[in-house]
């Protein structure tokens, strides 16, 4: 239970760290880009403000998550993130869905060229967030936090976003009057961008809602361990089932057919104890016992 809790610290301070950056970052997009005629530094700003309720979210799901199980939640509350990366997706496909028409629309209207000022802060705009990218996408791994995992996509759109409008801007200045609107098409693309890496974050999280067998490799680890227990002739079964940040597994072991009730029960807590001892990520494990 301490690793869920210290798991649980971890990812809601993280939280914490992107709602701080988004907003931040939302106010220098949307300043910068009204004062340097440019829609596409004002999309990423758009963004960059649903991450910031996207962020909310996701630290409410966390705290959520983290309750410990009661009679009507006997397994916990962790199916909460898979639940609040959902949302977190619809976010991305509504400030995707409001980019493009902003963006079709720009591109129908004579405009500015972009103030040269503008690629320069988008330069450390992308910096600055994928460096955000790969310290959640971490955090979110030690973890095993599907919501948190969405959160750190949510920085890499970001990333992404910014890395077009620079292109877009760059074209602009570059080739001068007749390509004022680059940026606006740079903003239209980064809108399919946002879409795919709405696509990115919801394919797992569903896979999670519906108990999906995708892990192969906690299983691997759970046999070995189960094998070299005194008593565990092999196993059979092993079903694995993630909640939140952890997992509930059903394993099926062997044993000689001769032993007692008393003995085999004693070999399946034996087994139970080292498995959550060498896997605290796992919180409970529910094993039959098959005689040989």
């Known amino acids: 239970m301490d690793h869920i809790k210290e798991n ?11 709602i701080a950056g988004n907003t931040l970052l939302a106010l220098i997009k949307g300043f910068a880009g009204i004062m340097g005629n440019s829609y596409a530094l004002i999309a990423d700003s758009i963004e960059s403000t649903t991450d910031i309720f996207s962020s909310i979210l996701v630290l409410f799901g966390l705290k959520y998550a983290s309750r410990p199980p009661d009679e009507n939640h006997p397994y916990g509350h962790g199916k909460a993130e898979p639940l609040i990366t959902f949302a977190v997706v ?9 980019i493009a028409t902003e963006s079709i629309h720009n591109i129908q209207t004579p405009h500015a060229i972009p103030e040269w000022y503008t690629i320069v802060i988008l330069a450390a705009i992308v910096v600055f967030k994928e460096i955000n990218y790969r310290f959640v996408q971490r955090r979110g791994e030690e973890t095993e ?10 920085h890499r759109s970001d990333a992404i976003t910014s890395l077009t409008a620079m292109f877009g801007i760059g074209i602009a200045l570059c ?9 606006d098409w740079a903003a239209l693309a980064a809108s399919g961008f946002i879409l795919y890496n709405a696509y990115l974050i919801f394919r797992p999280a569903l896979g999670e809602i519906m108990d999906e067998h995708v892990h192969d490799e906690l299983i691997a680890q759970i046999r070995q361990v189960a094998v070299n227990i005194d008593g565990v002739r092999g196993t059979e079964k092993c079903f694995v089932r993630k909640t939140g940040m952890h997992y509930f597994v059903d394993l099926h072991i062997m044993v000689d057919g001769e032993l007692t009730v008393t003995e085999g029960h004693d070999i399946a807590h034996s087994l139970k104890d080292e498995i959550r001892l060498r896997l605290p990520q796992i919180v409970d494990i529910l094993i039959h016992v098959e005689p040989v």
């Open 90 to 98: 619809g976010f991305l496909i509504v400030s995707a869905t409001v």
């Open 8 to 18: 649980s610290r971890i990812a809601i301070n993280t939280v914490y760290w992107s």
């Open 145 to 154: 936090s599907s919501s948190l995992k969405a959160d750190a996509w949510h």
């Open 175 to 183: 080739m001068g009057p007749g390509y004022e609107t680059a940026d």
